[in-house]
């Protein structure tokens, strides 16, 4: 039996006009790749954990955080980016 989980870098519009960054990346790891891989589930996760969890708007950055995650829990489906608008 596959473990099916996969690390998303969810890329999301910044809405604020007073920052000059467009998008703020999150990285979440460890969901279920048939379950919780879609925009609404990670949309509400996102909105859940915003205050507690930081993001960035490098999105360099957050890929390089995703694939450190990577190399410590092994998921099958590795990191995978999501556009959320």
Wanted: hydrophobic content about 30%; overall charge positive.
């Amino acid at each position: 039996m596959s473990r099916d989980n996969v690390i998303a870098v969810a890329r999301i519009y910044n809405h604020s006009y007073k920052n000059l960054y467009r998008y703020r990346y999150y990285v979440i790891p460890n969901l279920n790749m048939e379950v919780q891989f879609n925009k609404d589930y990670i949309k509400n996760l996102i909105k859940s954990i915003e205050k507690t969890r930081g993001s960035t708007t490098n999105r360099g950055n957050a890929l390089c955080i995703g694939h450190d995650m990577q190399k410590k829990i092994d998921t099958e489906y590795g990191v995978q980016e999501i556009d959320l608008f």
